[in-house]
C-alpha cells in the first residue's frame, strides 16, 4: 500500500490532477502592505468571477475555490509562493502575479513545474517571451510607453518631459519605451531621476526638474509615491506642471489628494469603453463591494474566467491548460469578457487597446479625447 501511495502522488504531480472537492484557483498578490489597493482589486475581481460561476454549476460540478496568496509585490515572497504553489497538486492554474518584478521572480518556478500561470497585471516586455507557461491578459509596457508618449505629443501637445521613474521592472520598462518613441516623435525629454519604493522625500529631485522648466512631468510608477510627488511638487510651487502616468496611477488613492486634480493616466479598462459585459460587472460590483472596479479588479475577473474555462474545456491537467491557453490565437477564439477580448500570441502577450482616464473635479472619468 505504501508504494502505491507513492506511485499516486507521482502520478498526481506528473499529470497535474488531483482529487478533490472544489477546484482551487489561487490569486498571487500584494493584499497588504503598499500596494495593498491594487491587491484587494484583484481579490475582489477574482471572488465575484468565483461567486457567478459557482452559481451556475461551477466547473463540471466542482465549486471553483479562490485561494489568496499573499506575495507583497515582493520578488523574494514571489518566488516562494510560486513554489508552494508549483508544489500543490490540485493547483492546476494561476492568476497573478502583479508586479512585473513578482512575476520575473516567480516565472522560472512555475516553468520548471510546468504550471500555467494568468497574469492580469504584470506589463514587462519580458516576461512573454521567457516561459511557453506564462500568460496575460494586459498590454505590454513597450506598447503602454509608445501609446503614452503619443498621446502626450498629439492630443495634449506637449513638447519637453521629465521622467521621474522607480527603481523597478516595470517603472523602468516603461520608461524606456517612452523615451524610445518620445525620440522619434521630437518629445524633447529634459531629465530623468529616479527613487526607491521606501522613498518619501522627493524634493531634491523635483527641485532639479523645476529648473529644467518641463511642461509636464511623466511618474511611470505606483500610486502611494506618485501621491507624494504631486504633493510635494505642488509646495514647490510647481502649479503649472501637468502630471501623467501609467496605469500604476490608476488608485482611487489618487483621486484622495486635491493636488491630483487634472493627472491623466493610462488604462486597460473604461467600463463605457470596454465590452458589452462591462456594465453588468460594474453593477454587480458595485451590489457586492459598494464601489466601483478598479483595472485590477476587472482584468482578474476576467483571467479567473479563462482559467476556469480551460479547466471545464481539458480537466486539471496543467499540460493540457497550458496548451488551451495557447490555442486561444485569434479574435475568433478570444475569450470575451468585462475588459473586452482577449486572444494571445505565441509568447503568451495579448493585444488590448489602451484607454485614458484623468481626475476632474475629484473623480477619475474618461478623458474626453482618446487616441484614435
Known amino acids: 500500500m505504501k508504494k502505491l501511495g507513492c506511485f499516486l502522488f507521482a502520478w498526481i504531480l506528473l499529470t497535474g490532477v488531483a482529487w478533490a472537492d472544489s477546484i482551487k484557483i489561487p490569486i ?77 521572480a516567480a516565472l522560472p518556478v512555475y516553468r520548471g513545474a510546468k504550471l500555467p500561470a494568468i497574469s492580469p497585471a504584470s506589463t514587462n516586455v519580458s516576461i512573454g517571451r521567457m516561459s511557453p507557461y506564462y500568460f496575460r491578459n494586459v498590454y505590454r509596457d513597450d506598447f503602454q510607453g509608445l501609446f503614452l508618449a503619443k498621446y502626450v505629443k498629439t492630443v495634449k501637445g506637449y513638447k519637453k518631459i521629465a521622467i521621474f521613474y522607480e527603481v523597478n521592472d516595470y517603472s523602468m520598462g516603461l520608461m524606456l519605451a517612452f523615451m524610445k518613441e518620445a525620440k522619434k516623435l521630437g518629445i524633447k525629454i529634459l531629465g530623468t531621476e529616479a527613487y526607491t519604493a521606501d522613498t518619501t522625500d522627493f524634493k ?52 484622495k489628494n486635491p493636488d491630483t486634480e487634472g493627472l491623466f493616466v493610462t488604462t486597460p479598462f473604461l467600463p463605457d469603453k470596454a465590452g458589452p459585459q462591462a456594465a453588468g460587472f460594474v453593477k454587480a460590483y458595485r451590489k457586492k463591494y459598494g464601489k466601483d472596479p478598479n483595472w485590477f479588479a476587472a482584468n482578474t475577473y476576467d483571467a479567473v474566467g479563462i482559467g476556469a474555462q480551460a479547466i471545464k474545456e481539458v480537466g486539471p491537467n496543467r499540460e493540457k491548460i497550458r496548451d488551451y491557453l495557447a490555442s486561444i490565437n485569434s479574435k475568433d477564439k478570444a475569450y470575451d469578457g468585462v475588459a473586452g477580448k482577449t486572444y494571445f500570441d505565441k509568447n503568451g502577450d495579448c493585444l488590448k487597446d489602451a484607454f485614458v482616464k484623468q481626475i476632474k473635479n475629484g473623480k477619475w472619468v474618461s478623458a474626453e479625447k482618446q487616441l484614435q
Open 204 to 255: 531634491p529631485q523635483l527641485t532639479k526638474f523645476k529648473m529644467m522648466k518641463p511642461e509636464a512631468i511623466f511618474i511611470p510608477g505606483y500610486a502611494p509615491q506618485g501621491t507624494l510627488i504631486i504633493s510635494q511638487a505642488r509646495s514647490l510651487g510647481m502649479k503649472n506642471v501637468a502630471f501623467f502616468g501609467a496605469d500604476g496611477l490608476d488608485d482611487d488613492l489618487m483621486v
Open 28 to 104: 498571487a498578490a500584494p493584499f497588504t502592505g503598499p500596494l495593498a489597493s491594487f491587491g484587494e482589486g484583484m481579490k475582489n475581481g477574482a471572488l465575484l468571477k468565483a461567486e457567478e460561476i459557482n452559481a451556475a454549476g461551477g466547473i463540471n460540478g466542482k465549486n471553483v475555490e479562490i485561494i489568496l496568496e499573499d506575495e507583497l509585490c515582493d520578488p523574494k515572497e514571489a518566488a516562494t509562493v510560486a513554489t508552494k504553489l508549483a508544489n500543490d497538486p490540485e493547483v492546476s492554474v494561476v492568476v497573478g502575479h502583479l508586479c512585473s518584478s513578482s512575476t520575473l
